[in-house]
């Protein structure tokens, strides 16, 4: 069909809110680091910097892997709004 600018299932997303969730009880915002090479990767914690050193370490025990990927684990949260 030409001119069809509507998505083919339409779901009605206006009455909902959907925020990064920074209320007290939310999960904590993670960080690793996973190299991009082997795919290994670090424990994931709330200090980026932990990851940064075991990318060195990592790029130091494999001198040939450079090229990491940071992996950010951020809570979200949505609602109804309004009812
Ligand atoms: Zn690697």
Known sequence: ??????PRSVIRF??????PDQEPDAE???YAMQCAVCEEQSA???DYTEGQAWALRHSGRNPSHHTYRELVT???RCW???Y
């Open 1 to 6: 069909m030409s001119g069809d600018r509507q």
């Open 14 to 19: 206006e009455n909902w809110v959907f925020v």
């Open 74 to 76: 951020r809570p979200w």
């Open 44 to 46: 994931a914690g709330l």
């Open 28 to 30: 904590p915002i993670t």
């Open 80 to 82: 109804m709004r309004g």
